[in-house]
């Protein structure tokens, strides 16, 4: 078993120790702490692993968090361990044999790729050297993936008990997306399964207001993050953001850009507005 490739701090949680509001935030693709041993295990070189990041999307949620926002945010890469997938979402190609669960998922981010271990890649193909043993990706697993959506799960009890309901903000950036879309944001529900329907709709005019043009549910419904913790019917609702990275990052998008602040500003924004439902909130429950 080698957990070598773990960093020492896989996420961290930010905030107050008390949540001041109902809102938690998630940013599960925005980790930059690669280690050498995950290095090593990997047949790509780095430039290659980053293309598979949220980049600098934990630079987002800064003013939320200075307004009082509780947020878990992953230190552990992507390419390490993607926060945002079914544990059982794992491509056999990267086990042995042998070594292989019944219970696997297939899936179509499986069948692209991008299961919970990542197994290949655009940029360049297969991810790792050579199939890596269970043991291996049972330890990934229980070091990261587990802890960090405990923590969530904490994140949201708390809130709940304080404010009667909460509200898990999903945070991801994408790349622009191609015409005709002139979208520059997407907001995500799980097509209603995951939050009341007046969460997506104060997002989506929440961001209208900024003047960025929003989708709803395409082409990001979101993922695991919001099935495991989206129950509307429990007063807990949940959404994705996706935020187009240009609007944040520098021309060759990879170090904060000019739009920065705005972006900051906009996410506080979403908080401030989602976590004011509580009318919502309660008819849900």
């Known amino acids: 078993m080698n957990l070598g490739c773990v960093p020492q701090s896989a996420f ?6 008390e949540p001041l509001t109902p809102v938690v935030l ?10 050498p041993a995950l290095l090593d295990a990997a047949r790509l070189p780095l430039a290659a692993l980053e293309t598979i990041e949220d980049r600098h999307a934990d630079r987002l949620i800064d003013a939320a968090v200075a307004a009082g926002a509780v ?7 992507r390419a390490l361990v ?19 669960p019944a219970d696997l998922r297939m ?56 404010h009667g309901h909460a509200v898990l903000i999903d945070c991801h950036s994408m790349p622009p997306l191609p015409a005709p879309s002139r979208a520059r944001l997407v907001v995500g529900d799980r097509y209603g399964a995951s939050a009341a329907p007046g969460y997506a709709a104060a997002a989506l005019a929440t961001a209208r207001h900024a003047g960025l043009g929003a989708l709803c ?23 994705q953001i996706e935020i187009d990275r240009s609007l944040y990052l520098d021309a060759s998008l990879r170090a904060p850009g000019p739009g920065l602040a705005a972006m900051q500003a906009l996410v506080a924004a979403l908080c401030a507005a989602l976590g004011a439902l509580r009318a919502f909130a309660q008819a849900a429950e």
């Open 107 to 162: 899936t179509d981010k499986v069948a692209g790729g991008l299961g919970v271990i990542p197994s290949r890649i655009a940029a360049g193909g297969a991810v790792w050297r050579q199939p890596l043993a269970w043991a291996e990706i049972a330890a990934r697993l229980e070091a990261v993936h587990a802890p960090y959506h405990a923590a969530i799960a904490q994140a949201l009890d708390a809130a709940q008990r304080r």
């Open 26 to 35: 998630a940013v599960p693709h925005a980790g930059r702490a690669y280690d």
């Open 82 to 100: 993607d926060l945002n997938r079914d544990p059982r979402e794992i491509d056999p190609v990267l086990l042995r044999t042998e070594e292989r």
């Open 217 to 239: 549910n395409r082409p990001y419904a979101g993922g695991y993050t919001l099935d495991r913790h989206g129950a509307p019917a429990r007063g807990r609702h949940a959404v």
């Open 71 to 77: 947020a878990l945010v992953a230190h552990a890469p």
């Open 12 to 17: 961290a949680r930010l905030g107050p120790a």
